[in-house]
């Protein structure tokens, strides 16, 4: 069936790199996402990665994909207060359903 | 200037109620969706409209209906309202031809 999975909390110091973990089900994705949910607000797209990529590099977000183990992971370099969300993982389903995971709560420490 | 848009932000109705949310994109996009988002922040699709046509349902008591006036809207319309109920609803839009879909900001219904 299809699933998203990531862990629920992350907590890091400001100034470090904040690394969120996410795999799926579903091995004829083409697309997968990273959405950011800040308090309050609604849903943002902040990157996205083609299936046939393995890495996507965007200023401080590198996104990396291991579609042999279904593996994709979201690293925030220099982690700053207003990074602080809800981080989701989204796959793309059939009839352009998203799949989303669970949402990974990402606390920022001083 | 908001691209897509949801009323009311805010909904608290007495369990029994009949209640509707509004959706409205002036993105000119085809397709819009509704998702409801749990207490626990997991996202799951209810609807999918392309044109005002019906695209995907997924299992939703049938107390929910969504109602597409035009291309432009998709409003979720529930009847005899339920605590379970109680979640976020997301609406979003997608043009043809793009995988990416723009969020409305939710609506936070509390079911009493």
């Known amino acids: 069936g299809e699933d998203v999975e990531q862990s629920l909390f992350l907590s890091v110091r400001e100034g470090d790199s904040s690394v969120i973990n996410c795999t799926y089900t579903d091995s004829s994705s083409t697309y997968l996402y990273w959405y950011k949910q800040e308090p309050g607000a609604g849903l943002q797209l902040l990157t996205y990665?083609?299936?046939?990529?393995d890495m996507k590099q965007d200023q401080r977000l590198t996104v990396l994909l291991n579609k042999k183990d279904k593996h994709l992971s979201l690293r925030i370099a220099d982690t700053q207060t207003g990074d602080s969300a809800i981080y989701f993982c989204a796959e793309i389903s059939s009839a352009s359903k998203i799949i989303f995971g669970s949402g990974t709560r990402l606390s920022i420490r001083p | 200037d908001t691209a897509v848009s949801q009323t009311p932000k805010y909904l608290v109705t007495q369990m029994g109620n009949d209640k509707s949310i509004k959706c409205e994109q002036n993105?000119?996009?085809?397709?819009m969706y509704w998702y409801k988002q749990d207490s626990k922040k997991f996202l799951k699709i209810m609807f999918s409209y392309n044109n005002k046509e019906l695209i995907i349902n997924e299992t939703v008591p049938n107390r929910f209906s969504p109602k597409s006036p035009d291309k432009a809207h998709l409003n979720l319309h529930i009847n005899s309202l339920e605590l379970g109920d109680s979640a976020v609803y997301f609406c979003?839009?997608?043009?043809?031809?793009?995988?990416?879909?723009?969020f409305g900001p939710g609506t936070r219904l509390t079911v009493l």
């Open positions: 979003a839009s997608r043009p043809d031809g793009s995988n990416e879909q723009f």
């Open positions: 990665i083609f299936s046939n990529m």
């Open positions: 993105l000119g996009h085809d397709t």
